[in-house]
């Protein structure tokens, strides 16, 4: 019944290519090639250019991000777009391509290897906005990834307790102090974690996550997300 629903509103609703409109996927193949990527991998910390996304040594700390991998920038108009639609205008469908383009991301820069023995953890929405929103963008995304690069995922092993305001309406100034304490791991996560998210900006929300997961027991965690801003 759901398979027949989903035909019937594909024909009356037809998904479209959000750049050149053609028929059948909300970003065709031709267009995904076009996609302006990343120039370079940057560092997590100082966000300064970094062979594979790995931290600086300079730049590490105990509780920070060990590696950063991203695709495209998020000041990309078209980037910009398949994250807005997916996140404020319920488009969940945008969710697994952007993930499978993190997953061929780490393909493309040879990772894959690197990361086997690593479990992906999706970066948690606060109940009451999963709630509202209907899923969470991030731990669609993950599941592709994991899928793609074939590894386990674990999406419950990290919770968000406190419920923030919107890291995109904030100063960059603003957006540490508004996540700060915001996660809560269990007292047993994976040693070795992909932590995925759509975007990645100023990082303050992902560093809380790693934060708090390697309060727990991880002992290396990296990042990934579609764009970086």
């Known amino acids: 019944m759901k398979k027949a629903r989903g035909s019937v509103l594909d024909l009356i609703f037809p998904v479209l290519c959000v750049s050149c409109g053609m028929e059948g996927s909300y970003l065709c193949i031709k267009c995904q090639f076009a996609l302006k990527r990343n120039e370079f991998q940057m560092c997590a910390m100082c966000g300064h250019k970094s062979p594979f996304g790995i931290t600086h040594l300079d730049c590490r700390t105990a509780d920070g991000l060990d590696g950063l991998i991203t695709c495209t920038p998020y000041k990309e108009p078209l980037s910009r777009k398949l994250v807005e639609l997916m996140k ?45 929103r209907g899923y969470n963008q991030a731990e669609m995304m993950a599941r592709a990834v994991a899928a793609q690069i074939e590894l386990p995922m674990s999406p419950h092993c990290l919770v968000r307790v406190r419920k923030t305001r919107v890291q995109a309406e904030l100063a960059d100034a603003e957006r540490a102090a508004n996540v700060m304490g915001a996660f809560l791991a269990s007292s047993s996560v994976p040693e070795r974690i992909i932590l995925v998210d759509d975007v990645s900006t100023t990082r303050s929300t992902l560093q809380q996550a790693c934060a708090s997961l390697k309060k727990s027991g991880a002992s290396e965690v990296w990042a990934a997300a579609f764009a970086q801003g």
């Open 88 to 132: 404020y205008h319920y488009i969940s469908d945008i969710a697994p391509m952007l993930g499978g383009m993190v997953a061929e991301e780490i393909r493309h820069l040879e990772m894959a290897g690197y990361f086997s023995g690593f479990t992906v953890v999706p970066l948690p929405l606060h109940r009451t906005r999963e709630k509202w």
